[in-house]
């Protein structure tokens, strides 16, 4: 019997329209524990696939049969054995997700953050499973890519489809938790990738530099991208104001945590420049700036629409991080409460230099896992 | 190259065909003997640590080979339940300090060869149980030997094994490599 398969996108949809959906995850404990799929109204039960091999009557009591059920495991094969056992047990709304957590973890939910003054639009890519965000500014039938992830086609997909023509890629920093894509998006368009050079003092290949005052002008009618030294998570992190409106923050500020300063060298040398970054340079922009970073740590930082944005503004009202007077304290919280590394940061920053080039099965095991680019 | 009692190809396979398979073999063997699992599937170490914790059965450790990843796993033997029966018995702590004293101490390891491979005491010899009988010209009769296995109940065996066989000072080590602390080396 045909089992029915359910895509990330449509997960991605339950996530962002709050819709019910129970998931019942086969992967091992030590996975399950490490990321899962999110959502207001998405109940999760782990019950690795292992345990159910000889029969999965002990975990039917655990799924509900008012709703719709979804078996999710690492890769899709585990899921679709296990959804067949619980529809041949008797469950028919049951549905496998294709490609499993590998696709979940991959997938990027466009979302339009909202128009430009002189013509053109912001986009989000909101990466559900992994918690990273990119942009695209789009004006004029010319389009920049900000933080892009390795997932190349989407992007230039989607440029296509706006029938917009990317001329710049950026990226705010050297990603630690997630591999590029912005190199490769340059390559295939003949676009500028440009980096912040204190981060790419290792790098293998040709790059634009990317300093503190530099404009980057798309379009003819003039849509600037202000590049702002803001150094803390890495010693080169720049921010952007794009069109005098929108602050992409990269990984200093999120919305409900800020950046660590640890993944690149050591928490204590630069947690002297985040405390700058974010208790000066920061203070000194507009209020009404709406902030919009290269990651999300929770799903209460989804807005309604499935964005991740805020005012500026409302971030030093609300944002703990932003709210620690005290330099001694500020360090403390920063240094003392880092969590684990993200999987593979090492060899991740290495392939983002250009050192190693891990193939494609390589590159997704290596960002396997939730993101870890934030303290709270 | 690690000793095991059967070898399974699950190279090619995709979760979970690698753990249906291993069950289904690992169901024909014998208590306490070692399957090595040959497989392809990146995600299968972490799936065969957490499935042999779930079942009982011992997950001794995985080696490398180019893309292969050859998974050990030691089948249930239930000799947790048993109540050991020699009297001369030493504690892991007490071995350790003894250890650190006398670098020459016998330490004989009577864990399976796969065991001992991946984890071991750093001067310890290894003889698996099942071959004891046959290897007991390797040792002195007038030495001291600690006899451990992993939960005291095998070496508990070979301890009595060796004991009537006219060895003179053996003592079994409780409770075992389960629970030891100290230094170990491995030879994967």
Same mark, same amino acid.
């Given at each position: 019997m045909p089992i029915n398969q359910m895509t990330a996108t449509e997960v991605a949809n339950r996530v962002i329209n709050k819709n019910e959906l129970f998931i019942l995850d086969v992967r091992n404990q030590s996975e399950f524990k490490d990321w899962k799929i999110e959502g207001e109204n998405i109940e999760v039960?782990?019950?690795?696939?292992?345990?159910?091999?000889?029969?999965? *009557?002990?975990?039917?009591?655990?799924?509900?049969?008012?709703?719709?059920?979804?078996?999710?495991?690492?890769?899709?094969?585990?899921?679709?054995?296990?959804?067949?056992?619980?529809?041949?047990?008797? !469950?028919?709304?049951?549905?496998?997700?294709?490609?499993?957590?590998?696709?979940?973890?991959?997938?990027?939910?466009?979302?339009?953050?909202?128009?430009?003054?002189?013509?053109?639009?912001?986009y989000q890519f909101v990466r559900l499973g992994k918690g990273c965000l990119s942009y695209m500014v789009v004006t004029n039938g *010319?389009?920049?890519?900000i933080d892009s992830t390795r997932m190349t086609d989407v992007y230039i997909d989607f440029a296509d489809h706006i029938g917009a023509q990317i001329?710049?890629? !950026?990226?705010?920093?050297l990603h630690a938790d997630h591999i590029s894509g912005g190199r490769q998006i340059a390559e295939k368009t003949n676009?500028?990738?440009?980096?912040?050079?204190?981060?790419?003092t290792e790098v293998t290949f040709e790059y634009q530099p990317l300093e503190g005052g530099n404009v980057v002008t798309i379009g003819n009618t003039?849509?600037?991208?202000?590049? !702002?030294?803001?150094p803390g998570h890495t010693i080169g992190s720049t921010s952007f104001v794009v069109d005098h409106k929108y602050l992409l923050s990269g990984d200093i500020l999120f919305i409900d945590s800020i950046g660590r300063p640890d993944l690149a060298g050591l928490a204590e040398d630069w947690v002297g420049d985040l405390r700058e970054t974010l208790y000066r340079r920061y203070r000194e922009l507009s209020d009404e700036l709406i902030v919009l970073p290269s990651h999300f740590m929770i799903i209460e930082e989804l807005n309604n629409d499935g964005s991740v944005a805020k005012k500026l503004g409302t971030l030093f009202a609300e944002n703990h991080g932003l709210n620690i007077a005290d330099d001694k304290e500020f360090r403390s919280m920063v240094t003392g409460n880092l969590p684990p590394q993200p999987n593979a940061y090492q060899e991740i920053r290495e392939t983002n230099?250009?050192?190693?080039?891990?193939?494609?099965?390589?590159?997704?095991?290596? *960002?396997?896992?939730?993101?870890?680019?934030?303290?709270? | 190259m690690i000793k095991s009692n059967s070898v399974l190809d699950a190279t090619g396979l995709a979760c979970p065909m690698p753990i249906v398979k291993t069950k289904k073999t690992i169901n024909?063997?014998?208590?306490?003997?070692?399957?090595? $699992?040959?497989?392809?599937?990146?995600?299968? /170490?972490?799936?065969?640590?957490?499935?042999?914790?779930? /079942?009982?059965?011992?997950? %001794?450790?995985?080696?490398?080979?180019?893309? $292969?990843?050859?998974?050990?796993?030691?089948?249930?033997?239930?000799?947790e339940l048993t109540e050991t029966k020699y009297e001369s018995i030493i504690s892991n702590h007490e071995l350790q300090a003894h250890l650190e004293q006398n670098k020459n101490s016998i330490v004989l390891d009577v864990r399976e060869a796969a065991e001992y491979a991946f984890n071991h005491i750093?001067?310890?010899?290894?003889?698996? %149980?099942?071959?004891?009988?046959?290897?007991?010209?390797?040792?002195?009769?007038?030495?001291? $030997?600690?006899? $451990?296995?992993?939960?005291?109940?095998?070496?508990?065996?070979?301890?009595?094994?060796?004991?009537?066989?006219?060895?003179?000072?053996?003592?079994?080590? %409780?409770?075992?490599?389960?629970?030891?602390?100290?230094?170990?080396?491995?030879?994967?």
């Open positions: 039960f782990n019950s690795p696939y292992f345990d159910l091999l000889d029969g999965v *009557e002990e975990v039917m009591v655990h799924i509900p049969t008012d709703r719709e059920v979804l078996v999710v495991c690492a890769k899709e094969g585990s899921s679709v054995l296990i959804a067949e056992m619980l529809y041949e047990a008797g !469950l028919t709304a049951v549905s496998y997700l294709k490609g499993g957590m590998k696709a979940w973890s991959e997938h990027l939910e466009p979302v339009k953050i909202g128009d430009l003054d002189k013509g053109g639009s912001i *010319e389009a920049a890519v001329t710049h890629v !950026l990226d705010t920093h676009a500028t990738y440009w980096l912040p050079p204190k981060d790419a003039a849509i600037d991208i202000q590049a !702002l030294y803001s230099m250009g050192k190693i080039t891990p193939d494609n099965e390589q590159q997704r095991e290596m *960002e396997i896992g939730p993101n870890r680019c934030a303290v709270r | 024909g063997m014998e208590p306490g003997q070692v399957l090595e $699992i040959q497989a392809t599937d990146k995600g299968s /170490t972490a799936d065969m640590k957490a499935w042999s914790e779930s /079942t009982g059965h011992q997950y %001794l450790g995985t080696i490398e080979e180019g893309k $292969i990843l050859k998974h050990y796993l030691r089948k249930s033997s239930g000799e750093p001067s310890a010899r290894s003889i698996p %149980l099942g071959e004891l009988d046959e290897r007991l010209g390797e040792l002195d009769h007038d030495d001291e $030997i600690f006899v $451990i296995c992993r939960t005291g109940s095998r070496s508990d065996l070979a301890a009595q094994k060796l004991t009537s066989a006219g060895f003179k000072q053996v003592k079994n080590v %409780l409770p075992g490599m389960s629970e030891w602390n100290g230094p170990v080396d491995s030879t994967t």
